[in-house]
């Protein structure tokens, strides 16, 4: 299994842009589907985007495509979050997640075991 750590969230206001970064250590010499989710107060945990390790193509959610990429650093075993034109409903804890399974279109938090403690973005109107 892999352990995570978020970082780099923060506050901006909107229009603005924030790079999270996910450390994993551990088990990484197998490949993963990573992924990055978010949850705002009073909601229920959403995915944003997933990536797999081994290569292949990155999945986002309707409501940041155009705006969010996410990227990856196999030497140093990080996963990113570049996030751009920045919304007040983009405000949320993120979480990077990972699992030992392909990415697909649509992945829910059940899909995956292991999670980063998480990191506050909060975006300003």
């Known amino acids: 299994q892999v352990h995570l750590v978020e970082s780099g969230g923060g506050s901006v206001q909107a229009g603005g842009s924030l790079r999270l970064s996910c450390a994993a250590s551990g088990d990484t010499g197998r490949h993963y589907c990573m992924g990055w989710f978010r949850q705002a107060p009073g909601k229920e945990r959403e995915g944003v985007a997933t990536i797999y390790t081994g290569g292949g193509s990155a999945y986002y959610a309707d409501s940041v495509k155009g705006r969010f990429t996410i990227s990856q650093d196999n030497a140093m075993n990080t996963l990113y979050l570049q996030m751009n034109s920045l919304k007040p409903e983009d405000t949320a804890v993120y979480y990077c997640?990972?699992?030992?399974?392909?990415?697909?279109?649509?992945?829910?938090?059940?899909?995956?075991?292991?999670w980063g403690q998480g990191t506050q973005v909060t975006v300003s109107s």
């Open positions: 997640a990972a699992d030992r399974t392909w990415c697909f279109q649509g992945m829910l938090p059940r899909h995956f075991g292991a």
